[in-house]
C-alpha cells in the first residue's frame, strides 16, 4: 500500500555533496518515521538518519551528525538526506525506510520499518 521512490544517488568526490530524496506514496500516516539506511560492502545495514513525520522531530547517528541533515516536505511525503563533506566511508547503498510505529519506537533498528526503498547507490571517489 506504500511505495517509497528514492532518487539522487551518484558518484562524488571526496568532499562533495549529495541530496537524496524519498518520496512515500499510496498511504498518509499521522504517526510514523521516515529512516536512511545504508549498506556497504562487506557490512551490515546500519541506521543513518531518521525524522518523526508528525513533529518533524530528527535524529542522525554519530558519525553523520555535522554532515548529514534529514527534513522533510510535508505536503509532498517527501524526506531528503542532505549529504556534505562526503567522505569514501559514506559510500554504500543507502534505503530509505517508512515505520508505522507509534509508541517506544526504536527508530535506528531495521525491524521496526514496515517499507523499503529499492536503495540508491552513492560512491565517493578519493
Known amino acids: 500500500q506504500v511505495q517509497l521512490a528514492e532518487s539522487g544517488g551518484g558518484l562524488v568526490q571526496t568532499g562533495g555533496s549529495l541530496r537524496l530524496s524519498c518520496a512515500a506514496s499510496?498511504?498518509?500516516?499521522?504517526?510514523?518515521?521516515m529512516g536512511w539506511f545504508r549498506q556497504a560492502p562487506g557490512k551490515e545495514r546500519e541506521f543513518v538518519s531518521a525524522i518523526r513525520w508528525s513533529d518533524g522531530r530528527t535524529y542522525a547517528t554519530d558519525s553523520v551528525k555535522g554532515r548529514f541533515a534529514i527534513s522533510r516536505d510535508y505536503s509532498k511525503n517527501t524526506v531528503y538526506l542532505q549529504m556534505n563533506s562526503l567522505k569514501a566511508e559514506d559510500t554504500a547503498v543507502y534505503y530509505c525506510?517508512?515505520?508505522?510505529?507509534?509508541?517506544?519506537?526504536?527508530?535506528?533498528?531495521?525491524?521496526?520499518?514496515?517499507?523499503w526503498g529499492q536503495g540508491t547507490q552513492v560512491t565517493v571517489s578519493s
Open positions: 499510496g498511504r498518509t500516516f499521522t504517526y510514523y518515521y
Open positions: 525506510a517508512l515505520s508505522r510505529c507509534i509508541f517506544n519506537c526504536q527508530y535506528e533498528t531495521s525491524q521496526i520499518y514496515d517499507y
